[in-house]
């Protein structure tokens, strides 16, 4: 017996060979990586610059006396906010109780005679020297509007005590007149 030979396959066609790449191709693609590069580090520069910028007008300033009080009044009385106003007072048992009671005065005689009381202050004035404890007075000018009205307005002079710890911070507020 003869061995038998397989039949003959067909011959595969060798893979088409890739199309030559022309320089002006290599040439804008490279333009457009360099391009696509440049935009990248612009947007990532972007948003380093955004969050910079985010962040220092966010920054809770208590580098002066009299600004801390300046914007813890704003928080406390203006806004009513005890969160924010938090955020510049003592860490540890702050005696706010004077002050709180001319907060609760306003909101009671808003719902008690359907008027609208605001607190403003005149220019602040810091007392004392040293590092660590300071005063700031101020008068607090609490007046009372119906319908656009004014009705009532009355000054009192009021004294906050603070202490630098971590930025100047008020423990404690008093009515001296």
């Known amino acids: 017996m003869q061995p038998t030979n397989p039949p003959a396959q067909p011959a595969v066609p060798p893979p088409p060979a890739a199309a030559p790449v022309s320089a002006k191709t290599r040439r804008t693609r490279l333009i457009l990586a360099m391009v696509g590069g440049v935009l990248a580090l612009l947007c990532l520069g972007g948003v380093g610059i955004f969050v910079s910028f985010y962040d220092e007008a966010t920054k809770i300033e208590r580098e002066a006396p009299d600004a801390v009080v300046d914007s813890f009044l704003r928080a406390y009385l203006v806004n009513r906010d005890d969160q924010q106003a938090s955020l510049f007072t003592c ?11 001319l907060r609760t005065e306003a909101v009671d005689r808003e719902k008690k005679f359907s008027v609208s009381v605001t607190i403003s202050w ?4 810091i007392s004392g020297t040293g590092e660590t404890a300071r005063s700031v007075s101020t008068d607090l000018v609490i007046g009372g509007s119906s319908n656009g009205n004014s009705i009532s307005r ?3 002079n009021w004294t906050f005590a603070l202490v630098e710890d971590d930025g100047w911070r008020v423990c404690a507020a008093s009515k001296t007149s």
């Open 154 to 156: 009355r000054v009192e």
């Open 122 to 125: 005149r220019s602040l004035a």
């Open 91 to 101: 860490k540890s048992g702050p005696d706010l109780g004077d002050v709180s009671a």
